[in-house]
């Protein structure tokens, strides 16, 4: 309110205070790791010597990140932006017992911001957590008591309320320290879509013995169930509808006449009317009359999910099942007057909300003591197993950024013995070797048999490959050094955007590229270039003139601005896609950074020794072709 009198900041507070508003409204904090982005940009680089690779060449990659979370998510804008379809969140509950870290330090439950610190530091993570999420994606969130309230409100604003898929109460094992008289043994999980588009996948009840499938159905509403309040809709029906003649015993024409001079009397078909005359409970009956010894009547159908025009199609074909092809939906009648669905080729369509069955911590913990983490109270991977098949297909990509002891990463290998190529990605930081846990738990699945949470042997999980990645960092100030070397730093970016790892030699009439000129990455079905020299460009294009087409052929190169040298590949141009960096990278982040802090024009300037840095950098970089072999 800078520039306003006493009198005008005092006018604007009181108009504010009779504004009433629905939401939360909360006091922002401003975090370490949050100021650490108004300067620096976040990268990955990959740790080699943690890789681990699969002998099934189609084995999916799998790939846990150190570092903050908030770097991590500004990180995956660039490479993930609207691709991950399910993310499992399990954050700090903050219940004030030393289980949420703001500024490397404890909000413990004396702390009068603790609520405001933590949705500061919830809001930011999930605004970019949503733009992640595919069309098709759904964001799962853990939480208890102590949080849930804020949570809900919060993800409202976010994700909007009419995306809630459902609010699940888990059924936990009630492991607690808790000494109250009253111990909570159920957290939540809040779940929403990004949009409406979701449909449930095959569904084992965890309500039941465990391995068993149920079907059940959906069933709409009766033909009266929504009673006489609501608009109705004609249709004319027989009355005996959807039963036929010979079942009501009313062949006898004074059963008939007697029926409907009670039913004209009553204006409404009771159901004590039809239990005396043996007929089914059928709609308000308007109209009625006798025919050939056959009852016809006009009734009404009340508004609800039993529409009039599915009742004529039911009437159409005779009574039997209807199929919906747009929804994959097969519709039937019960002799009630109840309209079932099913979804054709899946099994069990709903799941109750409240889960149980599902694991315990205390088994999973005991679980990973064999595998030489030591973790306390961690998320069953029975739990989120079965959470992630509510909405993953074969090839989802999972993102889990309070990633734990590794869960959500082992439930995703273990959903891939059914031969899907699910991909999870798992970050984390390192407080208390946290991300060492989650390594060593998931490696020890990958490369060795182990004892799941019921004591039962385990094969390894050998058909996924890990990569392990730590957060680095490059300055946000633009100027030709810092784009350059973004670029570099860039590589290990582009072949998780791209899921390309394999380099192969980039060669140009018989010579093979130094690699701070160009590096190659291919899998046999698609093709990356990450051209870091562009001097080197007329020969790569030669180079691509002798090439066969390509399904996919992105080629990356490094400009000072947001042209992409499309002129120079003119001549291959149907064969390739090009993408200028850094600025890419720069407009992916732009979107999610918090604004860099004032600088003085000065302080932009590159001074003169800046300048013959570059271009002796730029000199460096030129392509020798009269030297023969490696460039």
């Given at each position: 309110?800078?520039?306003?009198?006493?009198?005008?900041?005092?006018?604007?507070?009181?108009?504010?205070?009779?504004?009433?508003?629905?939401?939360?409204?909360?006091?922002?904090?401003?975090?370490?790791?949050?100021?650490?982005?108004?300067?620096?940009?976040?990268?990955?680089?990959?740790?080699?010597?943690?890789?681990?690779?699969?002998?099934?060449?189609?084995?999916?990659?799998?790939?846990?990140?150190?570092?903050?979370?908030?770097?991590?998510?500004?990180?995956?804008?660039?490479?993930?932006?609207?691709?991950?379809?399910?993310?499992?969140?399990?954050?700090?509950?903050?219940?004030?017992?030393?289980?949420?870290?703001?500024?490397?330090?404890?909000?413990?439950?004396?702390?009068?911001?603790?609520?405001?610190?933590?949705?500061?530091?919830?809001?930011?993570?999930?605004?970019?957590?949503?733009?992640?999420?595919?069309?098709?994606?759904v964001i799962m969130i853990s939480i208890?008591?102590?949080?849930?309230?804020?949570?809900?409100?919060?993800?409202?604003?976010?994700?909007?309320?009419?995306?809630l898929l459902t609010i699940f109460v888990?059924?936990?094992?009630?492991?607690?320290?808790?000494?109250?008289?009253?111990?909570?043994?159920?957290?939540?999980?809040?779940?929403?879509?990004?949009?409406?588009?979701?449909?449930?996948?095959?569904?084992?009840?965890?309500?039941?013995?465990?391995?068993?499938?149920?079907?059940?159905?959906?069933?709409?509403?009766?033909?009266?169930?929504?009673?006489?309040?609501?608009?109705?809709?004609?249709?004319?029906?027989?009355?005996?509808?959807?039963?036929?003649?010979?079942?009501?015993?009313?062949?006898?024409?004074?059963?008939?006449?007697?029926?409907?001079?009670?039913?004209?009397?009553?204006?409404?078909?009771?159901?004590?009317?039809?239990?005396?005359?043996?007929?089914?409970?059928?709609?308000?009956?308007?109209?009625?009359?006798?025919?050939?010894?056959?009852?016809?009547?006009?009734?009404?159908?009340?508004?609800?999910?039993?529409?009039?025009?599915?009742?004529?199609?039911?009437?159409?074909?005779?009574?039997?099942?209807?199929?919906?092809?747009?929804?994959?939906?097969?519709?039937?009648?019960?002799?009630?007057?109840?309209?079932?669905?099913?979804?054709?080729?899946?099994?069990?369509?709903?799941?109750?909300?409240?889960?149980?069955?599902?694991?315990?911590?205390?088994?999973?913990?005991?679980?990973?003591?064999?595998?030489?983490?030591?973790?306390?109270?961690?998320?069953?991977?029975?739990?989120?197993?079965?959470?992630?098949?509510?909405?993953?297909?074969?090839?989802?990509?999972?993102?889990?950024?309070?990633?734990?002891?590794?869960?959500?990463?082992?439930?995703?290998?273990?959903?891939?013995?059914?031969?899907?190529?699910?991909?999870?990605?798992?970050?984390?930081?390192?407080?208390?070797?946290?991300?060492?846990?989650?390594?060593?738990?998931?490696?020890?699945?990958?490369?060795?048999?182990?004892?799941?949470?019921?004591?039962?042997?385990?094969?390894?999980?050998?058909?996924?490959?890990?990569?392990?990645?730590?957060?680095?960092?490059?300055?946000?100030?633009?100027?030709?050094?810092?784009?350059?070397?973004?670029?570099?730093?860039?590589?290990?970016?582009?072949?998780?955007k791209e899921n390309l790892y394999q380099?192969?030699?980039?060669?140009?009439?018989?010579?093979?590229?130094?690699?701070?000129?160009?590096?190659?990455?291919?899998?046999?079905?698609?093709?990356?270039?990450?051209?870091?020299?562009?001097?080197?460009?007329?020969?790569?294009?030669?180079?691509?003139?002798?090439?066969?087409?390509?399904?996919?052929?992105?080629?990356?190169?490094?400009?000072?601005?947001?042209?992409?040298?499309?002129?120079?590949?003119?001549?291959?141009?149907?064969?390739?896609?090009?993408?200028?960096?850094?600025?890419?990278?720069?407009?992916?982040?732009?979107?999610?950074?918090?604004?860099?802090?004032?600088?003085?024009?000065?302080?932009?300037?590159?001074?003169?020794?800046?300048?013959?840095?570059?271009?002796?950098?730029?000199?460096?970089?030129?392509?020798?072709?009269?030297?023969?072999?490696?460039?």
């Amino acid at each position: 309110m800078t520039g306003l009198t006493n009198d005008e900041k005092s006018a604007l507070l009181e108009l504010l205070n009779e504004k009433k508003m629905y939401g939360l409204v909360w006091e922002n904090h401003e975090e370490a790791v949050e100021e650490q982005l108004r300067e620096q940009l976040p990268v990955f680089r990959e740790v080699p010597e943690r890789r681990i690779l699969s002998d099934d060449a189609d084995a999916p990659n799998h790939i846990i990140i150190e570092a903050e979370n908030l770097h991590a998510l500004v990180a995956l804008t660039y490479t993930h932006a609207s691709k991950i379809d399910v993310m499992y969140l399990d954050p700090p509950y903050n219940t004030g017992n030393k289980d949420f870290v703001y500024n490397d330090s404890y909000v413990d439950s004396e702390d009068s911001y603790r609520h405001s610190k933590w949705l500061s530091f919830m809001e930011k993570r999930l605004k970019i957590a949503k733009t992640l999420l595919s069309d098709k994606g759904v964001i799962m969130i853990s939480i208890d008591n102590h949080e849930y309230a804020n949570l809900k409100l919060l993800c409202d604003g976010i994700f909007g309320e009419q995306h809630l898929l459902t609010i699940f109460v888990w059924e936990t094992d009630g492991h607690t320290d808790n000494q109250e008289q009253i111990t909570d043994v159920h957290e939540y999980i809040l779940c929403y879509s990004k949009t409406d588009a979701i449909l449930l996948n095959n569904i084992v009840d965890p309500n039941v013995d465990q391995g068993s499938k149920i079907l059940r159905d959906f069933a709409e509403n009766s033909i009266t169930k929504n009673g006489i309040k609501n608009p109705p809709s004609e249709i004319t029906l027989p009355v005996n509808f959807p039963c036929e003649i010979d079942d009501l015993h009313l062949e006898k024409s004074e059963n008939v006449e007697e029926f409907v001079e009670e039913a004209q009397k009553a204006k409404f078909i009771s159901r004590e009317l039809t239990d005396k005359y043996n007929m089914v409970y059928p709609a308000r009956l308007d109209t009625m009359n006798v025919k050939n010894g056959k009852l016809k009547a006009t009734c009404r159908v009340f508004s609800g999910w039993s529409s009039a025009s599915k009742l004529k199609a039911f009437i159409n074909n005779d009574c039997n099942p209807i199929e919906d092809k747009d929804t994959m939906l097969r519709y039937y009648l019960s002799k009630n007057g109840v309209i079932y669905y099913r979804r054709e080729g899946r099994e069990s369509h709903y799941v109750q909300t409240i889960l149980r069955n599902l694991g315990t911590t205390e088994t999973n913990k005991y679980m990973l003591e064999k595998m030489g983490v030591r973790f306390d109270y961690p998320k069953p991977v029975e739990l989120i197993s079965f959470l992630l098949s509510l909405f993953t297909n074969s090839d989802s990509i999972i993102l889990d950024f309070f990633a734990g002891s590794g869960t959500t990463l082992h439930a995703t290998m273990l959903l891939n013995k059914d031969g899907g190529k699910r991909q999870c990605i798992s970050a984390t930081n390192n407080e208390n070797q946290i991300c060492e846990k989650n390594y060593t738990r998931n490696s020890t699945v990958i490369c060795r048999d182990y004892e799941s949470p019921k004591g039962e042997k385990e094969c390894a999980l050998t058909s996924n490959n890990l990569r392990y990645y730590k957060a680095d960092f490059i300055s946000r100030e633009p100027n030709s050094k810092n784009k350059r070397e973004l670029v570099k730093a860039a590589t290990d970016l582009l072949c998780i955007k791209e899921n390309l790892y394999q380099e192969v030699k980039m060669t140009c009439n018989g010579k093979t590229l130094r690699k701070d000129y160009a590096r190659r990455f291919a899998d046999g079905e698609k093709e990356m270039i990450i051209i870091y020299e562009p001097a080197v460009i007329k020969y790569i294009v030669e180079e691509l003139k002798t090439w066969g087409q390509k399904e996919f052929i992105k080629i990356y190169v490094f400009s000072e601005g947001r042209y992409a040298y499309d002129d120079d590949f003119k001549d291959v141009i149907e064969k390739v896609t090009l993408c200028a960096l850094p600025d890419a990278i720069y407009q992916a982040y732009r979107r999610v950074l918090p604004h860099r802090k004032k600088v003085q024009q000065a302080d932009m300037m590159v001074d003169d020794e800046e300048m013959k840095e570059a271009l002796a950098d730029a000199e460096s970089y030129s392509y020798q072709e009269e030297k023969g072999g490696k460039a």
